[in-house]
């Protein structure tokens, strides 16, 4: 985040109740981004979609698309520098990212 000093300095001279309405602020955005990337990509997902998503473990991960369900998607994990389909997870729709 680049201007993440600007958010520092007002949360240092904000009131507890001033926090508190930013941090309100912040989640509703967050969560109407979340719920419209959701939309985008339940009716944008199809069986054979290249996607990504981050992983347990922070990491950027790469598969396939098994199959799509109402509110998951069985996506299928590539095994490293290929396409080849190592693991299938159930992965929630909304923290996925289409590829292509």
Do not use: F
């Not at 949360?11 to 602020?25: F, M, P, R």
């Amino acid at each position: 985040m680049k201007d993440k000093h600007i958010i520092n300095t007002l949360c240092e001279t904000w009131t507890d109740v001033e926090v508190e309405e930013a941090c309100s602020l912040i989640c509703t955005e967050a969560q109407k981004r979340r719920n419209t990337k959701g939309l985008y990509n339940k009716v944008n997902l199809v069986e054979g979609s290249r996607v990504s998503w981050k992983n347990n473990h922070g990491y950027i991960t790469k598969g396939e698309v098994i199959r799509v369900k109402r509110k998951k998607a069985l996506v299928g994990e590539y095994a490293v520098g290929t396409t080849q389909t190592v693991q299938t997870w159930d992965i929630p729709i909304n923290l996925l990212t289409i590829i292509d």
